[in-house]
């Protein structure tokens, strides 16, 4: 059975386990106090989303959205992107700092990608959702930002290494 939430979203009926809601979830900070941030992209980012499903022909309701939705919104996103990343014809691919212009694509850095995935996650378990199901924690998604990390990295001319942690010095455990 389908019924219209007050919002006028379409929702399923309740089955064993409850789908997670399009409406931003029960981390409203006190009347008179505004959200953090951080709080305010994740509410952004999860309505864009859920408007994304909803113009999906046909519309995918939130409850039935997988992994491959996922990828779909992220390669949607990449076309409003602000980075330029070489392709491998480019005279300037592999080169960190380039002499002039080139016409190489305009796409999402990979950071941004990262942080808009790791906001959706969180926001799929606070409206409704469980860990397990959460489309967002997919492997799949990892492997496609790792790839969009290391592809950028080499465009630039910049390999990614992670930060390591520094160690503590044998004077420093001393002290």
């Known amino acids: 059975m389908i019924s219209n939430d007050p919002v006028g979203v379409t929702t399923a009926a309740p089955s064993s386990e409850p789908a997670p809601s399009s409406r931003p979830g029960p981390a409203l900070p006190p009347p008179g106090q505004q959200l953090s941030r951080y709080e305010s992209q994740k509410r952004r980012d999860w309505n864009t989303f859920g408007q994304y499903l909803r113009n999906q022909q ?31 014809t480019c005279v300037f691919y592999g080169k960190t700092e380039p ?3 080139c016409t190489c694509p305009l796409r ?5 990608l990262d942080a808009l995935v790791g906001r959706l996650r969180a926001a799929y378990e ?24 290391d592809s950028q990295a080499k465009a630039r001319g910049i390999p990614y290494s992670k930060k390591k942690k520094r160690r503590k010095t044998r004077e420093t455990q001393l002290r």
């Open 99 to 101: 002499a002039r212009a």
């Open 126 to 149: 606070e409206n409704g959702g469980t860990q397990e199901t959460n489309p967002f924690a997919n492997g799949a998604i990892r492997a496609y930002l790792r790839e969009i990390r």
């Open 58 to 88: 046909p519309p995918v309701e939130l409850g039935k959205c997988d992994y491959t939705h996922v990828l779909d919104f992220i390669r949607y996103l990449d076309q409003f992107g602000k980075t330029k990343v070489h392709v491998q």
């Open 108 to 112: 999402q850095a990979w950071g941004s």
